[in-house]
């Protein structure tokens, strides 16, 4: 063992090779420093760099499942315009159809109105043609009961002549 003891106390080599022995032991514990901050560094990058491939990982896979919730939130508001399409065009048909009865009815209406008011207006033509012609038949009866009357009396005028 060669460290520093007390009955080197007076001895100049002794000190020297204390002096020595700690350098050579500084230089060592400088060295342990050096190879344990050196160890820690490459732990801390090696560390860095997993980590940094394990964010790249995860990024991807939010990157991934985002891609995949949007086109799932696409996808769903696609079919709910689709669908409010499909009920607004089912409703429009059935609008449609609804007029279209609605209009048949109308024009039914409308016909047998007309018919009626034809029924009406050939039943009041042909009572006023039935009255034109009585008024007629009595002054036609009127006109050859003078025609008659003139006719009697030209003849009893001939005979008296």
């Given at each position: 063992m060669s460290g520093f003891q007390p009955e080197d106390v007076g001895s100049i080599p002794s000190t020297r090779s204390n002096y020595r022995f700690h350098q050579k032991s500084k230089r060592i514990y400088n060295m342990e420093t050096l190879y344990f901050m050196l160890g820690a560094l490459s732990v801390i990058t090696i560390v860095a760099v997993v980590s940094v491939f394990r964010i790249k990982r995860d990024v991807a896979l939010?990157?991934?499942?985002?891609?995949?919730d949007t086109e799932r939130d696409f996808s769903?508001?696609?079919?709910?315009?689709?669908?409010?399409?499909?009920?607004r065009i089912t409703?429009?048909?059935?609008?449609i159809d609804d007029l279209e009865k609605h209009l048949d009815s109308v024009e039914?209406?409308?016909?047998n109105e007309v018919q009626e008011s034809l029924e009406r207006s050939i039943a009041h033509t042909d009572s006023r043609v039935d009255k034109l012609e009585s008024n007629l038949?009595?002054?036609f009866n009127d006109n050859t009961a003078f025609v008659d009357l003139l006719s009697y009396?030209?003849?009893?005028?001939?005979?008296?002549?």
């Amino acid at each position: 063992m060669s460290g520093f003891q007390p009955e080197d106390v007076g001895s100049i080599p002794s000190t020297r090779s204390n002096y020595r022995f700690h350098q050579k032991s500084k230089r060592i514990y400088n060295m342990e420093t050096l190879y344990f901050m050196l160890g820690a560094l490459s732990v801390i990058t090696i560390v860095a760099v997993v980590s940094v491939f394990r964010i790249k990982r995860d990024v991807a896979l939010m990157v991934k499942d985002l891609i995949e919730d949007t086109e799932r939130d696409f996808s769903e508001c696609i079919n709910n315009v689709s669908g409010d399409l499909e009920k607004r065009i089912t409703e429009l048909h059935r609008r449609i159809d609804d007029l279209e009865k609605h209009l048949d009815s109308v024009e039914d209406r409308l016909f047998n109105e007309v018919q009626e008011s034809l029924e009406r207006s050939i039943a009041h033509t042909d009572s006023r043609v039935d009255k034109l012609e009585s008024n007629l038949n009595v002054k036609f009866n009127d006109n050859t009961a003078f025609v008659d009357l003139l006719s009697y009396r030209l003849k009893a005028l001939e005979e008296k002549s």
